[in-house]
């Protein structure tokens, strides 16, 4: 199947919460149920795991709750903003120090009020027109390289990471070094680029710079 990574990823973390806070008017859960995989994630070196980063969303009934308000509760008490965006992603994580001190997170809703999180692993690369082969190949190998030591069972349940999609990118060209280009292969959201396919590659051509760059699962 031609995919994203990043929706089977999602599915993958998604995590019910359903600890309930101390108190009906709000919500406590303990962060590492909340993001799943984060502390492994940040165990890793940051050298190694350079080129990715990894999001969380807030669910509620599968869908994804905007400007929902978060606070980062420490055991000893210290509390800090944790910010969703419009899209209902964290703006901000914690730290490994806090996560392994135990921290939850209490969300402004009825402590009964079901909850999930969906995680999603992207690249670092930032939308652009054209992208330079090295760059797209280190950043797969990086990848698989980082989900092999940090994510534990899911690295036996995600699908090996195979190159880079650009979504909303229309269209796009492989330009190799002895002047000969290809058209990228296209999937929905628009085309992708699996380093495999393209030996001898050295650039990447968009028609039309994507909306965001993510992982691409497919094995054609």
Do not use: C, H, W
Request: no cysteine; glycine share 8%; charged share 25%.
């Amino acid at each position: 199947m031609r995919r994203m990574a990043g929706a089977l990823v999602v599915g993958l973390a998604s995590a019910v919460m359903a600890v309930a806070g101390p108190a009906a008017a709000e919500k406590v859960v303990p962060a590492t149920k909340v993001m799943p995989y984060l502390d492994k994630f940040l165990r890793v070196p940051p050298a190694e795991r350079s080129r990715m980063k990894l999001s969380y969303a807030v669910l509620r009934d599968g869908k994804r709750m905007p400007n929902l308000k978060a606070v980062l509760v420490e055991p000893g008490g210290a509390r800090t903003p944790l910010p969703l965006n419009d899209e209902g992603v964290f703006e901000r994580l914690p730290t490994l120090a806090q996560l392994e001190k135990g921290a939850s997170i209490a969300f402004d809703v009825p402590a009964d009020q079901k909850l999930g999180s969906a995680m999603d692993i992207a690249p670092q690369l930032k939308p652009s027109g054209e992208y330079d082969v090295q760059d797209l190949a280190a950043t797969v190998d990086e990848a698989n390289a980082v989900i092999g030591k940090s994510a534990g069972v899911m690295a036996f349940m995600a699908p090996k990471l195979s190159g880079i999609a650009f979504p909303k990118a229309e269209g796009g060209m492989v330009m190799f070094a002895d002047g000969r280009a290809q058209p990228l292969p296209l999937i929905r959201s628009g085309p992708y680029f699996r380093p495999a396919d393209f030996k001898g590659a050295v650039r990447v051509k968009l028609t039309k710079t994507p909306t965001k760059v993510a992982f691409y699962s497919g094995k054609k």
